[in-house]
Each structure stands twice: as structure tokens, then as C-alpha cells.
């Protein structure tokens, strides 16, 4: 049974780039969630859907990041223009929303900005 | 802002001993799930335990227990007979306003001595 699928596992890219991470939660799930975690901040939680919907981005730190999930067994999460700040290790995580909430996440997307 | 808190940056136990890690949580809910999560080397974040709010009896698994103290909105994780593989970071996690959005500690790093 595939556990979340994330791609790249790694990325590098300079600044000002645009970097797409993407994400393939587990199917029957109906949410998806965006974490970023760093040394300094820990584990944030960006945004999650709930039935493909955005229900909270609060967590999204800037007009340069931006959030789709298309269909429900597909999302994104795009950083444009990229900046050094952005580089972190980027968790996308699963859910059933009506069950017992657990979350399952993928392996993480690193991300370096030169 | 409500939040998790683990005071404990850093844990060391002998092979073989019980250690406790310390989590304590700050939710409006009033039924709910609190988790421990493990982040090993890999970065895979993995469930070791959940509890259930609503349940008073507390959650084991295998070497893993928990002491949730739902009025002191603490919920402690005891590793009894500690191996060198359960050496990882260790993350709590709670629910905030809506149900299903998680935040987590900013994590406890446990060292297994041999």
C-alpha cells in the first residue's frame, strides 16, 4: 500500500526561481496538509485542504507561495520567486478527516536556495 | 496562539532504561486526538502513539505509554527498555482550533548511550 508520495526528495535552485514541490497523498484520504520545518522555527504548518477545498493558509508566509490541489490525489506547492530563507525541508502529510486524524506524511522535499 | 510545548531540547537515557519525554498542549476542543511523532535520521516522520481524549485510560504500545493528564493538558511519553534504534527527535502533537489542524512541539532529541 503506497504511503505519500513527494517529489523532488531534493532540490537546489538559485534565487529568484521558481520551485514547484508536489505531492500524491494516500487514496481514500480527503486531507492533505503542507508543513515546513527548519532548525530554527520547527515544524509549521503552511495550509491543508480538506475534499480538495483550502481550508486554512494562514500559515503561508508570503504572497510568493501559493498552493493547488487540483484533484484529490494530486497537489502542489510553488515558491515564486524563491529566496534563500525558503531553503527548509518540506512535508506534505495525509489524512482521513472523519477518522481518527492521524497524519501520514511523506519522506520531505529538501529545498536549498543559493 | 495555541500552542505545544516540549521543555526538554534534549533527553539522554541508558540502553535498556525508561526514559520520559514531556509535552503539554493549549486546544479548545473538547474531544480530540493528541500524537507522539518519531523523526529518525531519515526525516520520515513516523507514528509511535495516539491518544484519545475522550478515553481516561491511557495509550500503550508495545515499550511506549503515555500519561495524558487531560485537565493538566499534559500527555508525557514513557519509552521503557530503550534501543538503540528509538534514539531520534520526538514531536508532539495537537490539535488547534479546528479539529484537524495539527501543530506540533518543537520537538525533543533523544540519545540512546549503549
Known amino acids: 500500500d503506497a504511503g505519500v508520495i513527494q517529489s523532488p526528495r531534493h532540490e537546489v535552485t538559485e534565487m529568484g526561481q521558481e520551485v514547484t514541490l508536489r505531492c500524491k497523498p494516500i487514496?481514500?484520504?480527503?486531507?492533505l496538509f503542507w508543513y515546513r520545518q527548519t532548525m530554527m522555527r520547527g515544524l509549521e504548518l503552511l495550509i491543508y485542504?480538506?475534499?480538495?477545498?483550502?481550508?486554512?493558509d494562514s500559515g503561508m508566509p508570503e504572497d510568493r507561495f501559493s498552493a493547488k490541489m487540483p484533484n484529490a490525489s494530486f497537489s502542489t506547492l510553488k515558491i515564486q520567486p524563491s529566496e534563500p530563507r525558503d531553503s527548509a525541508v518540506y512535508f506534505c502529510?495525509?489524512?482521513?478527516?472523519?477518522?481518527?486524524?492521524?497524519?501520514?506524511f511523506g519522506e520531505g522535499s529538501r529545498l536549498t536556495v543559493l | 496562539a495555541q500552542t505545544v510545548t516540549q521543555s526538554q531540547p534534549e533527553m539522554s537515557v541508558q540502553e535498556a532504561e525508561t526514559v520520559t519525554l514531556s509535552c503539554t498542549y493549549d486546544?479548545?476542543?473538547?474531544?480530540?486526538?493528541l500524537f507522539w511523532y518519531k523523526q529518525p535520521p531519515s526525516r520520515q516522520m513516523i507514528l509511535v502513539i495516539r491518544q484519545e481524549a475522550y478515553k481516561q485510560q491511557n495509550a500503550t504500545e508495545n515499550r511506549f505509554s503515555v500519561n495524558f493528564q487531560k485537565a493538566a493538558k499534559s500527555f508525557s511519553l514513557k519509552i521503557s527498555d530503550s534501543q538503540l534504534g528509538d534514539a531520534a527527535m520526538y514531536f508532539c502533537?495537537?490539535?488547534?482550533?479546528?479539529?484537524?489542524?495539527?501543530?506540533f512541539g518543537t520537538g525533543t532529541r533523544l540519545k540512546v548511550l549503549a
Open positions: 486546544t479548545s476542543e473538547s474531544d480530540y486526538y
Open positions: 485542504f480538506n475534499n480538495n477545498v483550502p481550508i486554512d
Open positions: 502533537a495537537s490539535p488547534t482550533s479546528g479539529t484537524y489542524k495539527y501543530i
Open positions: 502529510a495525509s489524512s482521513f478527516w472523519a477518522g481518527t486524524g492521524e497524519l501520514f
Open positions: 487514496s481514500g484520504h480527503n486531507s
